[in-house]
């Protein structure tokens, strides 16, 4: 495929001091090498910069160059269907991701002693030193942080929380342990209660419906200390409606839970948490959104079908006592079932899919999903400026005239008149100037009301559909690994009966996809009519406010 020309889809910043290139939707590169691996090619930009970029990230421009040259043929570790694709180590001798996170946990307790709220602010020295190493070698090694984002959007620094999507998780789990589980080398004992059911209606494929529906509201952030006031960090407070029993929990304790659950949920986005932040943290401002978009999290986990019962949610929810909440913590990291191993717990309809129609529903979601990140950029975009505008000229403007109305009632005020209909009007006048110092004032706190709620409900949104990408890179491996295994039955290298189960466990994997891009849509619906609602409501009552005051200062003229 070296030479063809492919167009950027989403936006990808490269990290610094890496092989890494940044790309632009909408840019299109020249690809000079495919077969980088960990599924990074290497292209040239228009401007010359040469360098690696994510193969889910593009896609080739039609019709612009020659038929691409077939694939090389298969290695023969993985052209052999009596090989063991299942095992912990992949074909590259790298370590799987659970290894590496079960090595770096027994080390000792992550939870409460080796870092806290401090480390807002980035990674370690070693970490960065392992990643340097790891380059200059050449592998390419997984990013960390909690959550994804296609772009920057509010956050032009690219830190905290919002970065890039761990791009590297997805492209080792189809490699590895995916290919293991389509072939049906994966041996891990599923409980009855691990397992989940996913239903064709006639609304389409969904998850098991919740039963009882539940919320769990965050309340209550307060600073504490330990370590005789050494060390600060605030606590929240979280209740479940179905128990009522409150426990605290740190940002830290939830920036464990999310690495937990993208861990586990290879097909599910998991909401953002939101932005770390170095300074200000115990800003009561700072604290209270923070607050709010970590409710807004909790929310779209309680909401979720397969989420809100996962373990390791209802222990984070519901465990109060120290030594259970440890062990709870050490079962979750060391659980078996995450990554493609989670797929073993999904029983699916038994109706096989066509794999066209599956593709086009995954193109049209890709579409969407493309769509819709430009358009929540472009309005968190929005939000941002508005607040500033309302906090910054506009707030300064009507303070302006409410300046030069007061200083003609001052003016006024120098005639010592007894008339009383010229004393009456010096007063409307300073009542109108004080008029518009109030109307800036209420601009000046406006955006809390509404944009502010409306970028919270666009910063979980921006978090979740920059998950997608990948989690479609996840599947189409899988259609992909079902495509070569049809190819070695046909050269008689694989039995009938070995296709049709990797059939089946394709068809699972498109199934649980399906679920999911239905349940995104129906919280997408629902999400945004009422962050919609509340804006307009709010503006509503902003500009009546305006109004309200107007009129009073006009009937002090009567």
């Not at 038929?67 to 370590?95: K, N, V, Y």
């Not at 295994?485 to 994997?509: F, G, N, P, Y």
Request: charged share 25%; aromatic share 10%; glycine share 8%.
């Amino acid at each position: 495929m070296a030479g063809v020309r492919v167009q950027a889809l989403y936006d990808f910043a490269g990290e610094p001091g890496t092989a890494e290139l940044s790309i632009t939707a909408g840019e299109v590169l020249t690809v000079t090498r495919q077969n980088v691996g960990e599924g990074w090619w290497e292209g040239v930009n228009q401007a010359g910069q040469t360098g690696l970029f994510p193969a889910a990230y593009v896609e080739e421009v039609k019709g612009s160059q020659p038929p691409a040259m077939p694939p090389p043929p298969l290695p023969e570790a993985f052209t052999d269907p009596s090989q063991d694709w299942g095992t912990e180590q992949d074909a590259w001798g790298s370590q799987t991701d659970a290894q590496q996170q079960q090595q770096a946990y027994e080390g000792g307790d992550y939870w409460d002693d080796e870092w806290d709220d401090d480390s807002e602010g980035g990674g370690t020295q070693s970490s960065m030193q392992a990643n340097n190493s790891a380059y200059s070698s050449g592998q390419v090694l997984p990013k960390s942080g909690s959550i994804g984002d296609i772009s920057s959007v509010g956050k032009p620094d690219g830190k905290g929380t919002v970065g890039r999507k761990n791009f590297n998780r997805f492209t080792t789990f189809v490699k590895s342990g995916g290919e293991s589980y389509i072939l049906g080398t994966v041996k891990v004992s599923v409980r009855e209660e691990d397992k989940v059911y996913i239903f064709e209606t006639e609304s389409g494929i969904v998850w098991n419906p919740i039963t009882e529906p539940y919320m769990c509201m965050v309340a209550s952030p307060k600073k504490e200390s330990k370590l005789k006031g050494l060390k600060s960090f605030i606590a929240y407070q979280l209740t479940p409606t179905f128990n009522n029993i409150q426990v605290s929990r740190r940002y830290k304790h939830f920036d464990w839970l999310h690495e937990r659950l993208e861990e586990k949920f290879s097909l599910i986005p998991i909401p953002p948490l939101p932005d770390k932040q170095i300074s200000g943290r115990y800003e009561e401002q700072f604290i209270e959104h923070r607050r709010a978009q970590l409710q807004a999290f909790v929310n779209s986990v309680c909401r979720h079908p397969v989420l809100s019962r996962c373990e390791v949610w209802q222990h984070f929810m519901t465990c109060t006592d120290e030594k259970r909440w440890k062990a709870g913590k050490r079962k979750a990291e060391k659980d078996e079932l995450v990554g493609a191993n989670y797929f073993i717990t999904l029983q699916a309809p038994e109706r096989q899919l066509d794999i066209t129609h599956i593709e086009q529903e995954t193109e049209k979601c890709s579409k969407f999903i493309h769509g819709m990140d430009g358009a929540v950029k472009n309005l968190m975009a929005t939000a941002v400026d508005q607040t500033k505008k309302h906090q910054g000229p506009y707030k300064r403007e009507y303070q302006r005239i409410g300046h030069a109305f007061s200083a003609l009632g001052l003016a006024f005020r120098e005639d010592d008149s007894s008339d009383n209909a010229r004393r009456n009007l010096t007063e409307a006048i300073r009542v109108t100037g004080d008029t518009y110092h109030e109307i800036g004032k209420l601009f000046e706190e406006q955006p809390k009301l509404d944009w502010e709620p409306l970028g919270d409900v666009l910063h979980l949104y921006k978090g979740i559909i920059s998950s997608f990408p990948d989690i479609l890179t996840v599947h189409k491996g899988s259609l992909q690994k079902r495509r070569e295994c049809e190819k070695l039955a046909s050269d008689h290298k694989m039995e009938a009966s070995q296709l049709s189960e990797v059939a089946r466990r394709t068809d699972i994997i498109s199934y649980a996809l399906l679920a999911e891009i239905n349940h995104f849509h129906t919280e997408r619906a629902v999400d945004f009519k009422q962050a919609m609602q509340n804006y307009l409501k709010e503006q509503i009552t902003f500009y009546q406010k305006i109004v309200d005051k107007l009129q009073d200062a006009l009937r002090m003229y009567d």
